[in-house]
């Protein structure tokens, strides 16, 4: 119940806090031209998909030599907790510099992931320190390619007072990092506000005070990034080398297949790689743009403004984001390279394909000449073989007439069979028009004897014209197939 109690009065602390600093309007607003209400309200209405229900922070903040705090996840009440005490404590030497290490929940869609921290929580962070609501809207949008954002805000003098800055970035294929700076000069505070920072660079910031150079953090997190894009380059480069030197059984369908496919998801992921650097490097232009309106801005609250106590003032982070655009341009000049020769082996790959297709191919056409050769030699002979069959078809044509008139039927008695009678056929010689006798030498001597009809020109008046006849028919016919045939294939060739 005292836990309980405590709890609302802190919150009821920071509310009153929240209002003090944001003034009237709650300091949202302020740029309308970018600023969407509805969005920003958006954020905290569908909390269930973007909120945890249990709050787990990563706190760090540290001013001049005296004070330093570490605390790891921290839920509502003791952050609360010690950003009430910080403000107890008053103000301390030089700046006072606080980070608060936000993380994704794992169990969640990509893009979409929820905070690992309430949504009361969140708004009253908001609230308190006045971050921006641009930033805020941008926390789940699920598209990567949001601007950078510097901003500054001057008091009634026309002196800048508050210098705010924020920005996103990838690191491989990892969740994406989200960054807030907001520079308070009047409150003589830096206050980070980071999401899904990796643990080495956690681990970093704890071992030295970074955080006390201007921009220094931020330059931290920019080298694990680039880091983190380097290693993707060499494990790219490690696939790529060995298809380079090993050789792909073309002839082999799975193998072929595998090794483009993966050579296909590198080209894409080198792409892909090499605009994820172009983007690292604008925004470390935008990094070092930033420094000199910090610069600008502190040369304006020289008296108020004093940053340091890490042992290294004297450095410029400037150089760091030099060298940090340098590494970029070079690994994006790799990965462009590594990306042509990636290109260059699927081209190489296809090729092969070709020629071993062309090849399959040549053997099949030269199949498919021999099948036609032999589809002709049979067509020349089935040609031949027809034209045999005409010939004797003509040929049964041409006798067929005079065997049907030559030809007659007699019937023949048999005694022992009557009344059985069989049908004699009798030849061209066995009409009625020749007579032939053969000489006997038995009983009674005849003579042979030969005897010719004085109608045998019968058989020539009926036979010719019926010849003729038959012959004209069958020329009829065949001429009448021949023009259907071609009737067909003028049809078909329309």
């Not at 600023?35 to 760090?60: H, L, M, P, Q, W």
């Not at 400037?318 to 290109?343: C, P, Q």
């Amino acid at each position: 119940m005292a836990s309980s109690t405590t709890a609302t009065a802190e919150s009821g602390a920071l509310s009153v806090a929240s209002r003090r600093l944001s003034g009237s309007d709650g300091g949202w607003g302020r740029r309308p031209e970018i600023e969407e209400k509805e969005r920003f309200e958006e954020v905290f209405k569908g909390e269930e998909g973007r909120f945890e229900k249990r709050s787990c922070v990563d706190y760090f903040e540290v001013g001049g030599r005296a004070r330093r705090v570490w605390e790891r996840g921290l839920d509502d009440e003791g952050l609360m907790e010690l950003l009430e005490r910080g403000d107890k404590e008053g103000s301390v030497e030089g700046v006072r510099v606080r980070a608060f290490f936000l993380k994704r929940s794992p169990d969640t869609p990509y893009i979409q992931k929820r905070l690992r921290i309430t949504s009361g929580l969140m708004h009253d962070i908001c609230s308190r320190f006045q971050i921006s609501k641009t930033f805020v809207e941008s926390l789940f949008d699920k598209q990567i390619w949001s601007g950078n954002g510097c901003f500054t805000q001057r008091n009634t003098e026309g002196r800048i007072t508050r210098l705010e800055l924020f920005y996103r970035g990838n690191s491989w294929w990892r969740d994406r990092t989200q960054v807030y700076v907001l520079h308070d000069f009047d409150e003589r505070s830096i206050t980070y506000l980071t999401v899904n920072c990796s643990e080495t660079a956690i681990k970093r910031i704890r071992e030295r005070d970074v955080v006390l150079r201007p921009f220094a953090l931020d330059a931290l997190l920019a080298d694990e990034a680039l880091k983190a894009w380097q290693d993707a380059i060499n494990h790219y480069r490690g696939r790529l080398i060995h298809y380079e030197y090993r050789d792909v059984d073309t002839d082999d369908k799975h193998a072929l297949a595998t090794a483009t496919n993966e050579l296909h998801g590198l080209t894409t992921n080198l792409h892909r790689v090499t605009e994820h650097l172009a983007d690292f490097r604008e925004r470390m232009e935008f990094l070092r743009d930033a420094l000199k309106t910090y610069y600008m801005v502190v040369g304006q609250n020289r008296e108020r403004w004093r940053l340091g106590g890490g042992g290294d003032e004297g450095l410029d982070v400037d150089e760091s984001l030099k060298f940090l655009i340098d590494g970029a341009k070079m690994g994006r000049r790799w990965a462009v390279n590594y990306l042509a020769r990636a290109t260059s082996l699927i081209n190489l790959m296809f090729h092969h394909c070709s020629q071993t297709d062309n090849k399959i191919f040549a053997a099949l056409t030269s199949t498919s000449v021999e099948i036609t050769r032999l589809t002709s030699t049979l067509g020349e002979e089935a040609q031949r073989d027809n034209s045999a069959v005409v010939t004797l078809s003509v040929l049964a044509m041409l006798f067929l007439p005079g065997t049907f008139v030559a030809v007659g039927q007699k019937a023949l008695k048999v005694p022992y069979l009557s009344p059985l009678t069989l049908d004699k056929t009798q030849g061209i010689f066995g009409m009625s028009f020749f007579s032939y006798t053969p000489a006997s030498n038995g009983t009674t001597m005849t003579k042979e004897s030969f005897s010719l009809s004085n109608k045998w020109w019968l058989y020539f008046a009926v036979t010719i014209p019926l010849t003729l006849a038959v012959f004209g028919v069958w020329d009829a016919w065949r001429r009448r197939r021949l023009r259907l045939r071609a009737r067909n294939k003028n049809r078909d060739v329309k």
